[in-house]
C-alpha cells in the first residue's frame, strides 16, 4: 500500500497533541531537523529519533522535551532527529491513522542497496531517507521511538543479535525486551548496515511506547529515553532523577524471541479472534486464515506480538514469539 490513507476506523482516542516542532527545522548538521550537540570529549555518537511515522506523536514529544531541557553529552555526541516531517506535518487528530506515511513506509528502506536502486520510484520518503544516511551511517547507539495499533504493554524491540537484547535489557524502560529479525516488506533503520552486524560495537534498539495516542505513550517514551540515555553514558547516572521518582519502578524484565513474522500473502486475511498482543496460545490454537490457508500456532506457548490492523498483502499480520529466561 503507497497511500498514505489507511482508511482505517479510529478505535482509541486521541489524547495527545502533537508539539509544534518547526523551531527544530534549521537543525545544526546540514540536515533539516536533526541536530547533534559535540562533547568534545571521547565518547560513542549516540542519536534518538522520533516519528519515523508520521501519527506517532510520542517520540516528537520526548525529543522536544529534551531539546526544551537544553540536555547536552558528558561524552562523544548526542544527536536528536525528526525523521518523516512531511508525514507528521499532516496529522489530523480526526483521521489520525491516516499520516503514518506520505506515499511508502519509511521504515521499510533499510536494505542493503534499496536507497541506490536506481529504478526505484523516488518518494518522499526515499528523499529524506537518502538525506538522513549520511548522519546515520555515524551513528554508533540509536534508540528509534514508535508506538502501536492496539493499546497493548510497552516494548522494547530489539535487533537478532544477542547485542541488541543486551541494548534493550540495559535501558530498562519498557520492561519487556522482544528480539525479531524483522519484516518480510523490507528493512527497518534499527537494523540498517552495522547496527544488524553481530560483529560490530553499533547497536541499535527500537521502543513501542504504547498506543499511537494515548497520554500514556508520551511518559513512556520519556521513560525510554532516559534509560537509553543512562546508559550510554552521556548524561548523569541521575539525569532526569525528578521525574522519575514520580514514575514506576524499573519493571521486571521479560524477554522474548520472534521465531516468525506472519506475512500476509492474499488480499483475505482475517483473524480468528480479536488479538490485542502478548496473548499466551497453546500450540495448534487457529490464530486466523490466509486465503484458504489456516494459520496456527506453532509452538507452546506462542505469544502474539503486535496483531496488526492493517491486514494487506505483504504486510506483518502478526509476530509469532515465544518467551526466554532472562
Not at 3 to 14: M, Q
Not at 91 to 101: G, H, K, L, N, Y
Not at 245 to 253: D, G, H, L, V
Amino acid at each position: 500500500m503507497t497511500s498514505s490513507a489507511t482508511g482505517l476506523p479510529n478505535p482509541y482516542a486521541v489524547e495527545l497533541t502533537p508539539p509544534d516542532i518547526s523551531a527544530y527545522a534549521a537543525g545544526n548538521t546540514g540536515v533539516p531537523y536533526v541536530w547533534t550537540f559535540d562533547s568534545g570529549a571521547a565518547g560513542p555518537h549516540v542519536a534518538i529519533t522520533a516519528i519515523v511515522h508520521g501519527n506517532e506523536p510520542c517520540g516528537a514529544i520526548a525529543l522536544d522535551w529534551l531539546m526544551q531541557m537544553g540536555v547536552r553529552p558528558l561524552q562523544g555526541r548526542l544527536s536528536l532527529g525528526f525523521v518523516n516531517v512531511a508525514a507528521y506535518e499532516a496529522f489530523d487528530p480526526e483521521v489520525p491513522d491516516a499520516t503514518r506515511w506520505v506515499e511508502e513506509d519509511f521504515n521499510r528502506l533499510w536494505g542493503e542497496g534499496v536507497l541506490d536502486d536506481p529504478d526505484r520510484r523516488v518518494t518522499p520518503e526515499v528523499e529524506r531517507a537518502r538525506a538522513l544516511r549520511p548522519w546515520l551511517s555515524t551513528v554508533d547507539l540509536l534508540l528509534d521511538i514508535h508506538s502501536m495499533q492496539h493499546k497493548t504493554d510497552p516494548l522494547i524491540i530489539a535487533g537478532p543479535a544477542a547485542k541488541g537484547r543486551a541494548l534493550g535489557g540495559a535501558i530498562g524502560w519498557p520492561g519487556i525486551v522482544v528480539t525479531d529479525k524483522g519484516h518480510a516488506e523490507g528493512q527497518r533503520m534499527r537494523d540498517f548496515a552495522e547496527f544488524a552486524d553481530p560483529a560490530s560495537a553499533r547497536n541499535a534498539a527500537l521502543v513501542e511506547c504504547g498506543q499511537h495516542w494515548e497520554a500514556e505513550a508520551a511518559e513512556v517514551a520519556r521513560d525510554c529515553v532516559t534509560g537509553f540515555l543512562r546508559t550510554t553514558g552521556v548524561v548523569p547516572a541521575d539525569f532526569a532523577e525528578d521525574r522519575m521518582a514520580t514514575r514506576p519502578p524499573r519493571p521486571a524484565q521479560r524477554f522474548y524471541e520472534v521465531m516468525g513474522p506472519v506475512t500476509i500473502e492474499t488480499g483475505d486475511f482475517r483473524f480468528a479472534q480479536d488479538w490485542r498482543g502478548f496473548e499466551h496460545l497453546p500450540k495448534g490454537t487457529l490464530i486466523g486464515h490466509d486465503g484458504d490457508r489456516a494459520i496456527v500456532a506453532p509452538h507452546d506457548p506462542t505469544v502474539l506480538i503486535m496483531p496488526s490492523r492493517r491486514l494487506w498483502p505483504g504486510k506483518t499480520a502478526v509476530r509469532l514469539a515465544r518467551p526466554l529466561e532472562a
